[in-house]
């Protein structure tokens, strides 16, 4: 599921529907999260391939608000597994340069005990500030 929030401050405006029915407004800034498919499958059985599948969830999403990677300026990484994403570090900049290029925004590594869907070892959330 892709979910996409604007950051109105004060008002609460959500919308929480599956990537491919996503439909997003412009605005200054935006909170954008990706995890499984539109069909609420997990794409990819390893740590790496779901971070792939979520990045490129989220630079879809980015893209359809007409922003782009190097607008983000905060990304939280949500796994099951913490050792897994340390070990597979080479792997996944490899990944992250596929689909973000060589910047990194502030980010953190959040270790959960489990996520929505049972076989998702990743999640992403990242907030990005378009231009006005």
Known sequence: ?????????????MDARPVAELTL??????????????????????LVEQFGSAAEKLVTALRAAGGEPDQLVSLVVYTTDIEAYRAATR????????????????????????????????ELMGVAVLDG
Do not use: C, N
Not at 1 to 13: N, P, S
Not at 36 to 41: G, V, Y
Not at 100 to 115: E, N, Q
């Open 1 to 13: 599921m892709l979910a996409a929030q604007k950051a109105d401050r004060g008002t609460e405006a």
């Open 25 to 46: 407004e412009k605005e200054p800034e935006l909170l954008l999260g990706a995890a499984p498919d539109a069909d609420d499958d997990v794409v990819g059985a390893t």
């Open 91 to 122: 792997e996944l900049g490899e990944v992250w340069r596929r689909h973000f290029g060589k910047r990194y925004p502030a980010m953190a590594l959040i270790g959960v005990s489990s996520l929505f869907e049972p076989d998702a070892q990743v």
